[in-house]
């Protein structure tokens, strides 16, 4: 089994920065990716940002709209990955879920549907 954990959300002014945090464990994987969503009131659960696992070189993938505003790390040994958000705004507030893909690709990194492992979500709210 395995368990997906974030952490890092809270309250934080618009144009004000936070770092969310997700950490794997359990059962492992040689390669896999690492993904952010988000869910905010009233709206559906959207892609945000995902990362390559394992392999030496690290794939990014960014959601248009938060493309300019974030940044995805990862740390391999500790399966962990970061999300670094910059200038953020009242719309960003939201429900972050980190998940794990076993076996993406490029072509369904940002679909709900291949995430097999879902974090409990971190709260983010951004005031005005």
């Known amino acids: 089994q395995v368990q997906v954990v974030e952490s890092g959300g809270g309250l934080v002014q618009a144009g004000g920065s936070l770092r969310l945090s997700c950490a794997a464990s359990?059962?492992?994987?040689?390669?896999?990716?690492m993904g952010w969503f988000r869910q905010g009131p009233g709206k559906e659960r959207d892609f945000v940002a995902a990362?390559?696992?394992?392999?030496?070189?690290?794939?990014?993938y960014y959601a248009d709209s938060v493309k300019a505003r974030c940044t995805i790390s990862r740390d391999n040994a500790k399966n962990t990955v970061y999300l670094q958000m910059d200038s953020l705004k009242p719309e960003d507030t939201a429900v972050y879920y980190c998940a794990l893909d076993r076996s993406f690709t490029a072509a369904t990194i940002a679909r709900m549907s291949n995430y097999d492992y879902w974090g409990q979500g971190t709260q983010v709210t951004v005031s005005s």
């Open positions: 990362i390559s696992m394992g392999l030496s070189y690290a794939s990014t």
């Open positions: 359990g059962r492992t994987f040689s390669s896999y990716a």
